[in-house]
């Protein structure tokens, strides 16, 4: 994303309360619309730093690349907490981060709360609604994170239903790395819950 932040904030464990975006046609949405990534020949999570941030009792509602801290997260996001309510129209939206871009998302992450997704209608890549992380893009990795959200996608298309997951909605059709996650939330699809307990869909090029 053009725009996004490069630098290192360390929010100290201080509380951001009552943060409210409304934003349903606008991409890249949340505390930080997105933070910058190098390129994926780099090492995984070279780039911005996020950490030691708390929002709490957030209400964000985007288009699409959305999350209560970052709507598309490159670099490293650790030690970091969201709680509340995030939507977004279409996908690729977590209660936590939207989109993870070769990113290490790693050291207590945690997000509780409600997620809401809508239709995929990017095709390919724009897939994803989680309760921590709606995609782990490239070559993404995610370890040591909790959720205790109720995740839901309102969706028309079957197949979309594969990409809801309490925790993470999709892997990246790359090799990605997940490894210590927890949750007691919820996933479902039009209100029936069949979706994955801890990731929708591990993703494979065919």
Do not use: C, W
Not at 193 to 206: M, T, Y
């Amino acid at each position: 994303s053009d725009g996004s932040f490069s630098g290192d904030f360390d929010g100290d464990g201080n509380v951001i309360e009552g943060l409210h975006i409304y934003r349903p046609n606008e991409k890249f949405v949340g505390l930080f619309g997105a933070t910058s990534y190098t390129t994926n020949e780099d090492p995984v999570g070279s780039g911005s730093l996020i950490e030691n941030v708390r929002v709490n009792d957030v209400h964000v509602h985007g288009q699409q690349h959305v999350g209560g801290l970052v709507g598309q997260a490159g670099g490293t996001v650790e030690d970091s907490r969201s709680n509340g309510y995030v939507e977004a129209e279409e996908q690729l939206v977590g209660g936590l981060i939207g989109d993870g871009a070769h990113a290490d998302l790693d050291n207590q992450l945690v997000a509780t709360g409600e997620v809401r997704g809508g239709n995929n209608k990017d095709g390919v890549n724009g897939e994803g609604i989680g309760g921590l992380i709606g995609r782990a893009t490239f070559q993404t990795e995610v370890s040591t994170a909790y959720t205790q959200t109720d995740v839901t996608g309102g969706i028309d298309e079957v197949d979309d239903g594969k990409h809801v997951g309490a925790i993470i909605g999709t892997s990246s059709y790359r090799t990605s790395t997940f490894d210590q996650m927890y949750t007691s939330g919820t996933a479902s699809v039009n209100g029936v819950e069949e979706s994955g307990a801890v990731v929708g869909s591990i993703l494979e090029r065919n």
